[in-house]
């Protein structure tokens, strides 16, 4: 099955400076890539997603780019706030039109220092 | 916006209980999925429900578990005979068609004593 490897687990930056979140996948037949914000308490948020047809992807700060070549996908914050401090985590999935489950990573958490 | 909700947010439950965890997902969605996380770990895939029926299963999802739809807004988990390693937070999320984007719900934190 699919295995997720994510990193960093921990990601302290300064607040204004950009955050790059890694990850990669083993199942060459995974299409669907999405990232999810979770905040202490929370279910996982949506924040972006990529499938395997585009290479690169951008909304506002966020923007999370794919290499099926290498089968890695990583995302991408800009101008770091302080609400961007949560854990973020990876997923993939192989989406054929049906309930296909998520493979997730192991999350990063990230801190935005003041 | 719609959102998927879940109850009860936490579930303290003997073990050799039966426990039931209750989603609503998105009133438009037709996708239904169950997660879990173990503290500390990563979110696993549990379950996958369409058209009434399981679309998919992970090897996690052994005969305890079972899953239904008993009327038009809510969707259930049910563990039969629950075990301490069954602690953890169960998420429900669901999706308005199959590969589509799933939506979570806050989760239910289900302790086993």
């Known amino acids: 099955g699919e295995n997720v490897e994510q990193h960093p687990s921990t990601l302290s930056v300064q607040e204004g400076d950009s955050a790059v979140i890694k990850c990669t996948y083993s199942?060459?037949?995974?299409?669907?890539f999405p990232w999810y914000k979770q905040e202490l308490g929370k279910g996982p948020q949506l924040i972006i997603d990529?499938?395997?047809?585009?290479g690169e992807k951008k909304d506002q700060r966020i923007a999370v780019t794919l290499n099926k070549t290498a089968k890695h996908f990583s995302l991408h914050i800009t101008e770091t706030q302080p609400e961007d401090s949560a854990v973020y985590f990876c997923?993939?999935?192989?989406?054929?039109?049906?309930?296909?489950?998520?493979?997730f990573g192991k999350g990063t958490h990230l801190i935005i220092q003041p | 916006e719609p959102e998927v909700t879940q109850t009860p947010s936490h579930q303290v439950t003997q073990m050799g209980q039966e426990v039931i965890l209750r989603c609503v997902p998105i009133?438009?969605?037709?996708?239904f999925y169950w997660y879990r996380q173990i503290l500390g770990q990563k979110v696993e895939f549990l379950v996958s429900f369409y058209n009434n029926e399981i679309s998919e299963k992970s090897e996690i999802f052994d005969d305890q578990f079972s899953v239904e739809r008993p009327d038009g807004s809510n969707f259930t988990l049910k563990i039969r005979s629950t075990k301490l390693e069954d602690s953890a937070m169960y998420f429900c999320a669901s999706s308005v068609q199959g590969g589509q984007p799933q939506h979570f719900g806050d989760g239910t934190r289900l302790s086993i004593l």
């Open positions: 009133s438009n969605h037709l996708y």
């Open positions: 199942d060459s037949a995974s299409n669907y």
């Open positions: 990529i499938r395997s047809n585009v």
């Open positions: 997923a993939a999935s192989m989406t054929g039109g049906g309930a296909d489950g998520l493979t």
